[in-house]
T-cell receptor, first 112, second 114 residues
Framework: DTAVSQTPKYLVTQMGNDKSIKCEQN?????MYWYKQDSKKFLKIMFS???????INETVPNRFSPKSPDKAHLNLHINSLELGDSAVYFC???????????FGSGTRLTVV | GESVGLHLPTLSVQEGDNSIINCAYS??????FIWYKQESGKGPQFIID?????DKRQGQRVTVLLNKTVKHLSLQIAATQPGDSAVYFC?????????????FGAGTRLAVHP
């Protein structure tokens, strides 16, 4: 029973397209995140949501729009995809009582 | 700006040896630190954490050491096994923002040879 699940696992698309990545957690956590991992394995936070409210937006281009319909889901929509958006995107969640994050298995986005 | 860790180096060890992975952090307000293991094709997996009121914490075959004076963190893995081969990240967070921002270091690749 996967704790944090992301779909799709792989996404190949052309420049200029719009795509979405979905994330769901069944841990009962209050906070969810999106992280981007570049080709050098560097992990950088993009967004953080707490109980459906945006609390961190790390100067991400507004082509990226997260949406949290409820506290168990955090989706990421990306408009007008660019080559530089190619990366692995990780969803994660945490609770107020345990700051250790649980990560999903990632979505590898390739923009061609 | 904030920064944690070093550029991605590789640590090669023989199976059965002990491994030590180091990490530097720059935010002196950080008071909670975590080590993560990332295997190929998977997300980061929690290994062990430590709060700033401690210098050392032990888990199963792993020990984390924290030196706040020089802002240094290390992960020691005893009797390293092939299954320990992965990229290891240190991460830090602080009360600022309610611990809702985990900053990762650049990672260290651990290669275990038989």
């Amino acid at each position: 029973d996967t704790a944090v699940s992301q779909t799709p696992k792989y996404l190949v698309t052309q420049m200029g397209n719009d795509k979405s990545i979905k994330c769901e957690q069944n841990l009962g956590h209050d906070t969810m995140y999106w992280y981007k991992q570049d080709s050098k394995k560097f992990l950088k936070i993009m967004f953080s949501y707490n109980n459906k409210e945006l609390i961190i937006n790390e100067t991400v281009p507004n082509r990226f729009s997260p949406k949290s319909p409820d506290k168990a889901h955090l989706n990421l929509h990306i408009n007008s995809l660019e080559l530089g958006d190619s990366a692995v995107y990780f969803c994660a969640s945490s609770s107020a009582f345990d700051y250790g994050y649980t990560f999903g298995s990632g979505t590898r986005l390739t923009v061609v | 700006g904030e920064s944690v860790g070093l550029h991605l180096p590789t640590l090669s060890v023989q199976e059965g040896d002990n491994s030590i992975i180091n990490c530097a952090y720059s935010n002196s307000a950080s008071d909670y630190f975590i080590w993560y293991k990332q295997e190929s094709g998977k997300g980061p997996q929690f290994i062990i954490d430590i709060r700033s009121n401690m210098d050392k914490r032990q888990g199963q075959r792993v020990t984390v050491l924290l030196n706040k004076t020089v802002k240094h963190l290390s992960l020691q893995i005893a009797a390293t096994q092939p299954g320990d081969s992965a990229v290891y990240f240190c991460a830090e967070t602080s009360p600022s923002g309610g611990y809702n921002k985990l900053i990762f270091g650049a990672g260290t690749r651990l290669a275990v040879h038989p």
